[in-house]
């Protein structure tokens, strides 16, 4: 790996293997949905736009919405108590249910067919998108049991395994996959020493 090549731990990732797993990793290691800013880079960053979508009316409430889908996401993807998973699903079904953006083919300078969105992504809209992703990952029995949570320490973030063998480990080679072979390191040195 040449240096500089690491995924430092505050930018935004998209590399858990689903939308919605993706939405569960902005909250580690510090809040990353920290502003509408953050959240129109995260929506372009996941592909629920094509490149180019004005998401310049985007405002709190978007972020908002995302935050309380994400938290939803998460009780249903880790786990909880009986009522807060009923009420997490409730919610995700609920939000699931909305009209995602209408994607059109238009004509490009070159000619070629680009895709663009027949109008102005709705907060809505793009809500249902990552909830049915949620739902199509939780009632896919295979996809359901690649899922895994990372083994770094204190690492928290879900990802869906799909290597050969599903021997992943981490949510991320280059960061907590990294972070564990240097402490391995740090291990075996330090008892070289003694």
């Known amino acids: 790996m040449a240096l500089g090549s690491a995924t430092p731990a505050y930018e935004l990732r998209f590399d858990a293997g689903r939308v919605c797993?993706?939405?569960?990793?902005?909250?580690?290691?510090?809040?990353?949905?920290?502003?509408?800013?953050?959240?129109c880079a995260w929506i372009r960053g996941a592909g629920l736009v094509p490149g180019g979508t004005a998401l310049e009316h985007a405002d709190g409430s978007w972020l908002a919405g995302f935050r309380e889908l994400r938290g939803h996401v998460g009780v249903l993807v880790r786990g909880g108590g009986t009522a807060s998973y009923g009420r997490a699903l409730g919610r995700v079904n609920e939000v699931a249910g909305g009209a995602t953006p209408a994607p059109v083919a238009v004509r490009g300078e070159d000619g070629g067919l680009t895709r663009e969105l027949a109008g102005p992504p709705s907060s809505a809209g793009l809500l249902a998108v990552v909830a049915r992703d949620a739902v199509e990952l939780l009632t896919d029995p295979v996809a359901w049991a690649a899922v895994r949570e990372c083994e770094g320490d204190n690492c928290p973030l879900v990802y869906l395994d799909t290597s050969r063998g599903r021997r992943r480990r981490w949510c991320s080679s280059e960061v907590c996959g990294n972070r564990e072979r240097v402490a391995r390191h740090r291990r075996r040195a330090a008892l070289a020493r003694t």
């Open 21 to 39: 797993l993706d939405l569960l990793a902005t909250s580690h290691p510090d809040e990353r949905l920290d502003g509408v800013g953050a959240l």
